[in-house]
């Protein structure tokens, strides 16, 4: 049996804490971002939307609310053709 996924993860546990501390101790987290961030998750980030939203509406403010589904265009991506373009 090989340990090569036990490698592989406890290298990107290591990489991603030195990542973290790296960004904490320089200040480049981005506020509304919440991945990667201890006691962040999609709950949370969902709650804070919807507390935006409500908060706007209790206001009488006029607002636009917008999503990207990053994963979905790449997907629609000609992968031959951006290998060629990335190739070169």
């Known amino acids: 049996m090989s340990n090569i996924a036990f490698v592989g993860k406890v ?50 403010h006029a607002m636009l609310f917008a999503m990207l589904h990053l994963l979905i265009a790449f997907d629609m991506i000609d992968h031959t053709h951006l290998l060629t373009l990335l190739h070169d």
């Open 11 to 60: 290298l990107e546990t290591l990489a991603v804490r030195r990542l973290l501390d790296h960004l904490s101790l320089n200040g480049l987290h981005e506020e509304y971002q919440s991945v990667y961030k201890m006691f962040h998750s999609t709950e949370t980030t969902l709650l804070s939307v919807k507390h935006d939203i409500a908060s706007e509406l209790y206001k009488n």
